[in-house]
């Protein structure tokens, strides 16, 4: 089976050509081709699959081997590597398990349109919103010294979420009136990812709802830097929501 490896601002993913649908590797096995150690080493496994009405389906796998749901930095690796397949050139239309998205392809970055966002809740000093996965946003005094994968833990398991099957955890800091670092625990990784797209939008939605940050919001974070572009306020809804950033293809290889 060929695979391909790709990464998003350090978000790194497998991706598997199964347009034949012939892909029948169980949770172990994803797991195992996840490992840093004893595998390829990957925060994530994608699947590209055919999807009538649309160029291509995308199915998303944790790197514990469980299906996950939407991961931005990887949508935004698997619309890349389809360009490089030829499936789509300029635009890509596709769905995933949170719904259909569309994304802008030039040769330095990938513009990915994310869900519609309704509702973003206070936890006593934390926010929680859903941008395709369950997001806490937590604000926090020099978060490069933040006990993320400890901390966000203990959030991610805590009782208040696990109606959400538990839940990610961002942790930011506002460093300009334009600009968010943000470092993020991923559940399903069960440690800090260096980036996280649906988590940086959650950061950059709620930092607009509550600290009055304007479109479009500049996001760093330990593997590079990203844009959140939207539209709409916390009222009446975000809508027009893209994550916009780097998606490289790193090396091709066979298991």
Known sequence: MQFYKYQGTGNDFVIIDDRNQAFNLDTP????????????????????????????????????GTEGTMCGNGG???VRFAADQGIVQEKAHFIAVDGPHLAHITPEKIALQMQDVANIAQHDDDYFTNTGSPHVVRYVQQV????????????????????Q?????????????QT?????????????TYSCGTGVTAAALVSNATKGMP????IKTLGGELAVQFEGNSTDGFTQIFLIGPAKHVFTGEI
């Open 29 to 64: 096995a994803i797991a195992q081709l996840c490992h840093r150690r004893f595998g390829i080493g990957a925060d994530g496994l994608m699947l590209l699959q055919m999807a009538e009405g649309y160029d291509f389906r995308m199915v998303y796998f944790n790197s514990d």
């Open 76 to 78: 935004r690796c698997l």
């Open 165 to 177: 099957h538990g839940t990610n955890v961002n942790f930011v800091e506002k460093l300009d009136p």
């Open 215 to 218: 479109s479009p919001i500049q």
């Open 180 to 192: 968010l670092f943000v470092r993020t625990y991923e559940r399903g990784v069960e440690d800090e």
């Open 144 to 163: 490069q010294f933040t006990d993320v994968k400890n901390i966000g833990a203990a959030i991610r398991y805590s009782e208040a979420y696990q109606g």
